[in-house]
């Protein structure tokens, strides 16, 4: 779900690139980022939540969009350690990135069932 969402976030944001060729070295691409994506964001993710718990309660969860254009950016920063052609362009597009991520994720998580819902 992670490497479709990253995939609509490089079709729909300047600033957010794979700059692969061949459809094969794409999907490989977009998987591997995916990955990196869910590991940042299932280690991280809570504990800037719980650091910083008060600062989502007074932005009434705005500051939330930061956060994630953050841990985009750091995925960025992993995916370079590996050598993948994945490259955000700066804040902004990371921020607008993450912003389609998240509604990417949540359309698919509507007609994807849970696992919790048997």
Known sequence: MNALALWAAVFLIDGIDVTTQDTAGQIMV????GVIFGVVNAIIKPIVKAVGCLFY??????????VNALLLLLTNWIAGL???PFHIEGFWPAFWGALVISIVSWIF???LPDKNDD
């Open 109 to 111: 998580s509507m007609f």
């Open 57 to 66: 309660a007074l932005t009434l969860g705005l500051i939330g969009l930061v």
């Open 82 to 84: 590996f050598d993948l």
């Open 30 to 33: 977009y998987l591997a980022v």
